[in-house]
């Protein structure tokens, strides 16, 4: 049995952020790391923006991880034994630990088919197999509107493809932007060309000669060559239950990253941590989380204490609109919007009982900071406080 010092569980951008928060703090300490992928740590954005405009796939691969831990590639750890500190590979390897990184990430939500024609997009792989798919004449549906399928279905279309959208919400982005934005991005990806189909659930995929139907709730149908699910992911947490760890939507952490087991700690997509600046717990399915927590969690297990006090950003591209964000996004909320241009560029703010809780930058650089330092002040604010407070 190989013993580490420090054991990952994962191969994603948290694992290899966490390497190399491990090797700041302690240049030899040994380290194994375990993915079920068959390739090395790499960025996972570039697969649904850069990688379709052009830029190089030799970019994403990440330098931490293959220089200085020990990559165990195409195993999945199955069991965690936290008393005798050894996890269990699927080939029935054992790897010995001190301290342990649970970093799985998540899997996307499937859809009710099993099918060569249904693609999930999370991983290297589904993307060179989308890209070889769209170099033919193929017509797509992308399913879901949020941030994975979006972004989809502008690649697809930057490929010269048919695409269409099915979208249960009245809008794109529904579950972040306000009504308006969202409703201005339907008519935006028409003018890009895309089929939008919104308000219209997905009812059922059904298989027909080399097509694939996509049944909506008001019943329309839909036939497509290849259907592309972008429903958002699961945590993956099933290793962390068959550990006896404490789990609410996701693995929970304290403010050290650690898990309710000793020594054991998670961080990125599958951890649910306190954010001091929100005042809750969050669980965050974005990259500045990954590499930030990922490498806070790597320098807590090689000794660091410094509690994870950060409020991660995110961000995302929709053809030639890009914008990112910070805090709580949720439509829901008192919104407060400061166009330069109507829906091209400009600040939303996000309002709770007069404080803001979170800040969309649209088309808008350089503000992340200080949005967070907005979000961190006590308001009350108003709307005519918050003009031009963040300037486009
Ligand atoms: C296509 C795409 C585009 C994105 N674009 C953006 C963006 O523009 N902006 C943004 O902020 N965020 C973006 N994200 C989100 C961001 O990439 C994720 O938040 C980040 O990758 C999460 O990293 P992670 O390492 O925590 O989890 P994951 O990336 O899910 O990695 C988990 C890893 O663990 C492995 N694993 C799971 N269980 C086991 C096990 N039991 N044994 C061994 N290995 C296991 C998995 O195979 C995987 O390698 C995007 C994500 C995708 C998929």
Known sequence: MPDFRYL????????????QGIRERDPSGTIGLVSA?????????????????GDPVDGIWRPAAPASAELFLERRIVAVDPHGKHATDDRGARYGFDRLLLATGGTPRRLPLQSDQVIYFRTYDDYRRLRAIA????????????FIGSEIAAALRLAGRDVVMVVPEQGLGARVFPADLSAFLVDYYREK?????????MAGLEPRGSTVVVKTTTGGEIPVEIAVAGLGIVPDTDLAEQAGLRIDNGVLVDDHLRTSAPDIYAAGDVANFHSPALGGRLRVEHEDNANTMGRAAGRAMAGADDPYRH?????????DLGYEAVGELDPRLETVADWKVPFREGVVYYLKDGRVRGALLWNTWGQVDAARALIAEPGPFTPAMLRGRLPA
């Open 8 to 19: 990952i569980v994962g191969g994603g951008m948290t694992a290899d952020a966490a390497v």
């Open 193 to 201: 060309g895309v089929e939008m189909h919104v308000g219209e659930g």
């Open 37 to 53: 992928e068959r390739h090395p740590p790499y960025n996972r954005p570039p697969l649904s923006k850069g990688l379709w405009k």
């Open 135 to 146: 170099e033919q004449p193929v017509r797509f549906a992308v399913i879901g509107g949020g």
């Open 311 to 319: 409020l991660p950003f995110f961000y995302s591209d929709l053809f």
